[in-house]
Protein backbone atom coordinates (compact mmCIF):
# COMPACT_ATOMS: atom_id res chain seq x y z
CA UNK A 1 0.00 0.00 0.00
CA UNK A 2 1.19 3.97 -0.61
CA UNK A 3 1.26 6.19 2.19
CA UNK A 4 -1.37 9.03 1.81
CA UNK A 5 -0.76 12.27 3.30
CA UNK A 6 -3.15 13.82 1.61
CA UNK A 7 -6.78 12.64 2.46
CA UNK A 8 -9.06 15.86 2.24
CA UNK A 9 -10.41 17.75 -0.43
CA UNK A 10 -11.34 20.74 1.76
CA UNK A 11 -11.56 23.79 3.43
CA UNK A 12 -13.45 24.86 -0.21
CA UNK A 13 -15.84 27.65 0.37
CA UNK A 14 -14.19 30.13 2.99
CA UNK A 15 -14.69 32.92 0.04
CA UNK A 16 -17.41 33.34 -2.58
CA UNK A 17 -15.59 33.56 -5.70
CA UNK A 18 -13.48 30.40 -5.19
CA UNK A 19 -12.37 28.31 -7.95
CA UNK A 20 -13.85 24.15 -8.13
CA UNK A 21 -12.09 20.83 -7.47
CA UNK A 22 -13.01 18.31 -10.39
CA UNK A 23 -12.03 14.91 -11.65
CA UNK A 24 -9.54 13.92 -8.78
CA UNK A 25 -9.05 10.25 -8.00
CA UNK A 26 -7.45 8.81 -4.83
CA UNK A 27 -6.50 4.98 -4.63
CA UNK A 28 -4.55 2.73 -3.24
CA UNK A 29 -4.66 4.13 0.39
CA UNK A 30 -4.23 2.84 4.41
CA UNK A 31 -5.06 4.94 7.21
CA UNK A 32 -4.23 4.62 10.25
CA UNK A 33 -5.58 5.87 13.42
CA UNK A 34 -6.40 9.25 12.07
CA UNK A 35 -9.42 11.78 13.03
CA UNK A 36 -10.10 11.20 9.58
CA UNK A 37 -10.02 9.04 6.38
CA UNK A 38 -11.85 9.92 2.88
CA UNK A 39 -13.04 13.91 3.38
CA UNK A 40 -14.66 16.16 1.60
CA UNK A 41 -14.96 19.08 3.91
CA UNK A 42 -16.77 22.68 2.82
CA UNK A 43 -17.20 25.76 4.54
CA UNK A 44 -20.64 26.51 5.57
CA UNK A 45 -21.08 29.84 3.94
CA UNK A 46 -22.17 31.31 0.36
CA UNK A 47 -19.71 30.50 -2.37
CA UNK A 48 -19.85 29.72 -5.95
CA UNK A 49 -17.01 26.53 -5.36
CA UNK A 50 -17.84 23.39 -6.59
CA UNK A 51 -16.72 19.27 -6.47
CA UNK A 52 -17.18 17.11 -8.76
CA UNK A 53 -15.92 14.07 -10.21
CA UNK A 54 -14.22 12.66 -7.31
CA UNK A 55 -13.30 9.08 -7.48
CA UNK A 56 -11.69 7.20 -4.05
CA UNK A 57 -10.73 3.59 -3.97
CA UNK A 58 -9.09 0.70 -2.75
CA UNK A 59 -8.72 2.35 0.88
CA UNK A 60 -8.14 0.86 3.67
CA UNK A 61 -9.02 1.75 7.09
CA UNK A 62 -7.59 0.90 10.60
CA UNK A 63 -9.67 2.49 13.86
CA UNK A 64 -10.31 5.84 11.91
CA UNK A 65 -12.89 7.98 13.43
CA UNK A 66 -14.85 9.29 10.15
CA UNK A 67 -13.59 6.66 7.60
CA UNK A 68 -15.82 8.20 4.93
CA UNK A 69 -16.89 12.01 5.77
CA UNK A 70 -18.40 14.66 3.90
CA UNK A 71 -18.80 18.08 5.85
CA UNK A 72 -20.36 21.03 4.66
CA UNK A 73 -20.89 22.50 8.05
CA UNK A 74 -17.58 23.59 8.69
CA UNK A 75 -16.85 26.56 10.65
CA UNK A 76 -13.88 27.61 12.16
CA UNK A 77 -14.37 28.54 15.83
CA UNK A 78 -18.59 28.73 14.49
CA UNK A 79 -17.29 32.89 13.43
CA UNK A 80 -18.39 34.27 9.95
CA UNK A 81 -20.57 31.48 9.13
CA UNK A 82 -22.59 30.80 12.23
CA UNK A 83 -26.44 29.22 10.50
CA UNK A 84 -25.31 29.61 6.99
CA UNK A 85 -25.51 26.65 4.53
CA UNK A 86 -22.69 25.80 2.22
CA UNK A 87 -23.09 26.90 -1.28
CA UNK A 88 -20.32 24.45 -2.52
CA UNK A 89 -21.96 22.00 -4.74
CA UNK A 90 -20.83 18.69 -4.49
CA UNK A 91 -21.35 15.96 -7.06
CA UNK A 92 -20.31 12.84 -8.89
CA UNK A 93 -18.52 11.71 -5.86
CA UNK A 94 -17.85 7.41 -5.65
CA UNK A 95 -16.30 5.45 -3.23
CA UNK A 96 -15.42 1.74 -4.33
CA UNK A 97 -13.72 -0.74 -2.38
CA UNK A 98 -13.37 0.87 0.90
CA UNK A 99 -12.76 -1.39 3.81
CA UNK A 100 -11.36 -1.66 7.39
CA UNK A 101 -12.53 -0.19 10.83
CA UNK A 102 -14.07 2.76 12.38
CA UNK A 103 -13.02 3.77 15.64
CA UNK A 104 -16.82 5.64 16.03
CA UNK A 105 -19.89 3.88 15.24
CA UNK A 106 -20.66 6.18 12.51
CA UNK A 107 -18.45 4.88 9.87
CA UNK A 108 -20.27 6.74 7.46
CA UNK A 109 -21.07 10.63 7.56
CA UNK A 110 -22.53 12.66 4.50
CA UNK A 111 -23.53 15.96 5.75
CA UNK A 112 -24.15 18.03 2.76
CA UNK A 113 -25.53 21.38 2.27
CA UNK A 114 -29.64 22.18 2.73
CA UNK A 115 -29.36 24.80 0.44
CA UNK A 116 -26.76 22.47 -2.25
CA UNK A 117 -27.53 18.77 -1.64
CA UNK A 118 -24.82 16.44 -2.68
CA UNK A 119 -25.86 14.72 -5.86
CA UNK A 120 -24.43 11.56 -7.35
CA UNK A 121 -22.83 10.14 -4.71
CA UNK A 122 -21.73 6.23 -5.20
CA UNK A 123 -21.13 3.96 -2.69
CA UNK A 124 -19.79 0.63 -3.97
CA UNK A 125 -17.75 -2.47 -1.93
CA UNK A 126 -17.81 -0.90 1.23
CA UNK A 127 -17.58 -3.03 4.62
CA UNK A 128 -16.45 -0.83 7.33
CA UNK A 129 -17.18 -2.32 10.77
CA UNK A 130 -17.08 -1.03 14.36
CA UNK A 131 -15.46 -3.27 16.92
CA UNK A 132 -18.19 -6.29 18.11
CA UNK A 133 -21.01 -3.88 16.88
CA UNK A 134 -22.50 -3.10 13.58
CA UNK A 135 -21.34 0.35 12.46
CA UNK A 136 -23.95 2.85 10.75
CA UNK A 137 -24.66 5.51 7.96
CA UNK A 138 -25.76 9.00 8.59
CA UNK A 139 -26.70 11.28 5.57
CA UNK A 140 -27.85 14.76 5.22
CA UNK A 141 -29.07 15.91 2.21
CA UNK A 142 -27.26 13.40 0.04
CA UNK A 143 -28.47 11.55 -3.31
CA UNK A 144 -27.04 9.01 -4.95
CA UNK A 145 -26.75 5.07 -4.88
CA UNK A 146 -25.14 2.43 -3.46
CA UNK A 147 -23.90 -1.32 -5.30
CA UNK A 148 -22.31 -4.34 -4.68
CA UNK A 149 -21.53 -5.00 -0.87
CA UNK A 150 -21.99 -2.33 1.33
CA UNK A 151 -21.67 -2.53 5.56
CA UNK A 152 -22.73 -0.27 6.68
CA UNK A 153 -26.14 0.05 4.97
CA UNK A 154 -26.39 2.27 2.80
CA UNK A 155 -28.66 5.54 3.96
CA UNK A 156 -28.69 7.26 0.26
Not at 1 to 27: F, H, Q
Not at 42 to 59: I, L, N, Q
Request: with cysteine; aromatic share 6%; glycine share 10%.
Amino acid sequence: MDWCPARSIGSLGKGYDEAGVENVTVKTALFTGTQNGLRIKTWGRPSEAFVKGVVFEHAVMQNVQNPIIIDQNYCNGNRGCPHQSSGVKISEVTYSDIHGSSATQVAVKLLCSPSNPCTGIGLQDIKLTYGNMPAESSCEHADGSASGYVVPPSCL
